[in-house]
């Protein structure tokens, strides 16, 4: 067996992939929950490169994991360290050493808590994916009727997100009272906005003894930046792990995939301290807005319609899928088209170059980017990333048609659960018991359509729209008759 990467190895590490910084040096100053493999090949990253390039020493990060302790069973032998492959035209690889701390939120509630509590920690960070938040994406407010919500808030040591970060909170306005600043990392609307949001209705469900004091320390004492986001991280495959391997000659069992592009805009509201993230290449901004419905419309609205339509078509990665005659001339279409409509793009953004990219980086062949990864918790994605494009075109009096047949490619997905031939495809939803009982086995697009659109938390008042019923229960009905792909075919034929 190849012995594997540890700090006690340092010095074997290939000298182009050991970055200029010594591990053992780096004090905790960030805590992050939700250590998967995008905050690894994002977030970390730029914390890496930060320090490097300050000199600095006092950004390393806690790793907290959520939901498995299996991250952070493959991160603890090597303590910490992991590779990076960026996979472009050339195949890079680095070390990172950042994650200086692991934690299991599960079982070590109270010394996470300390950790969000410590003076020392000066951010506290998530990338718990849309479903860690226990929220309506449509309203941003939380479900306050969730069970383990409930659970928290009466006080057991809490195994929410919402809940850790409260009495993380809680303990530090209790303790030093210093300043904090939470940088929520995942892909929802005004994401620090919604955070603090949830984190504001989650005080009002505390006994009256516990607030309003806290929520008024929040309120004066921590800061919720919005950020975008943008790196493709699919999971990595056994094949990756050999290439590392190989590289290292050490083995690693936490590295991660990656594409060279990578992008992070974040509202400059820090309440304290922060790494350099601006000298790592992020960008520091008044407003994110405009870059949030950019990347959340463009890509991750492409994305989900390729996952859909692609599964139904029997594909399995992105990059097979964009190869399909037809399929890339739907996307720029859906881009140039619908979603462009709807958009205000910063001054001096160059847009076309922008969505230019985002097709080549939807071919990059390096990448086995699985479609069911995009596919899964479609209920609390959708909402970002098609229907707002759908609900301002319909309010311009525009045709929403192209972002409509990705709309109905998730509800055949959803509905059929299986694709064009006749497979079996998994849906990975937290709300597919609840979908499957709403449809009652329905399969015909009238009756599917109608039920689905009665998803208050994906379509809002969107649901009562009629015309927009028509359209995709139009969509639907080709679909189901003629297949993916041929289907996308005529629509974009079909475009004036
Ligand atoms: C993807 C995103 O899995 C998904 O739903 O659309 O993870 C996407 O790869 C990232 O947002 C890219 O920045």
Redo the contacts with the bound molecule.
């Keep these: 067996m190849t012995r594997r990467l540890s700090i006690a190895r340092w010095d074997q590490i290939p000298a182009a992939a050991r970055p200029p910084i010594d591990p053992r040096d780096l004090s905790v100053g960030i805590v992050h929950l939700g250590v998967g493999a995008?905050h690894r090949a994002h977030q970390a990253v730029y914390t890496q490169h930060a320090m490097i390039a300050a000199g600095a020493k006092t950004w390393g990060i806690c790793a907290v994991s959520q939901r498995s302790r299996g991250v952070l069973d493959h991160l603890a032998p090597q303590d910490g360290l992991y590779t990076v492959v960026e996979r472009g035209p050339a195949t890079r690889f680095e070390v990172l050493a950042p994650l200086r701390e692991l934690l299991f939120a599960r079982d070590e509630q109270g010394a996470l808590i300390e950790r969000i509590a410590a003076a020392m920690t000066h951010i506290v960070s998530l990338t718990v994916t849309e479903k860690g938040y226990r929220h309506d994406p449509v309203t941003g407010r939380l479900d306050v009727y969730d069970e383990q919500i409930k659970a928290d808030a009466l006080g057991r040591p809490p195994r929410t997100v919402v809940g850790q970060l409260v009495r993380g909170l809680q303990a530090r306005h209790r303790g030093s009272g210093a300043p904090l600043t939470v940088v929520c990392c995942d892909?929802l609307t005004g994401n620090g906005t919604t955070l603090r949001g949830l984190v504001r209705d989650f005080c009002d469900l505390l006994p009256a003894a516990e607030q309003p004091a806290l929520a008024d320390w929040v309120a004066r004492n921590v800061t919720f930046p919005s950020t975008v986001?943008?790196?493709?991280?699919p999971s990595a495959t056994a094949a990756d792990r050999g290439d590392v391997a190989a590289y290292l000659a050490l083995g690693d069992e936490a590295s991660v995939v990656t594409e060279p592009f990578s992008q992070w805009v974040l509202e400059d509201t820090f309440a304290s301290a922060r790494p350099a993230w601006e000298a790592a290449g992020a960008t520091l901004a008044r407003d994110v807005a405009p870059y949030e419905a950019m990347?959340l419309r463009l890509?991750?609205g492409s994305?989900?319609a390729l996952?859909y339509l692609g599964l139904l078509a029997g594909y399995e990665y992105v990059a097979d899928v964009i190869a399909v005659d037809g399929v890339a001339a739907y996307v720029q279409t859906l881009m140039d088209v619908e979603v462009r409509a709807t958009l205000s793009v910063p001054a001096g953004f160059d847009i076309m170059k922008y969505q230019l990219a985002l097709l080549q980086r939807f071919a990059n062949p390096g990448l086995r980017?699985r479609l069911a990864?995009?596919a899964?918790?479609g209920s609390l994605?959708l909402p970002a990333r098609l229907v707002g494009t759908i609900a301002d075109l319909r309010a311009a009096g525009l045709d929403p048609r192209l972002s409509v047949l990705a709309v109905a490619a998730w509800m055949r997905f959803v509905s059929a659960r299986c694709d064009d031939a006749g497979r079996p495809l998994p849906v990975d939803d937290p709300a597919a018991q609840r979908i499957a009982e709403l449809l009652g086995g329905a399969v015909d697009p009238v009756t599917v359509v109608t039920r689905m659109l009665s998803l208050r938390e994906v379509f809002g008042a969107l649901g009562d729209d009629i015309g927009l019923r028509g359209l995709l229960v139009d969509a639907l009905d080709r679909l189901t008759r003629f297949g993916a792909f041929e289907t996308l075919r005529t629509e974009v034929e079909a475009l004036p």
């Design positions: 995008f892909n986001v943008d790196r493709i991280v990347k890509l991750n994305h989900s996952a980017h990864q995009i899964t918790d994605k």
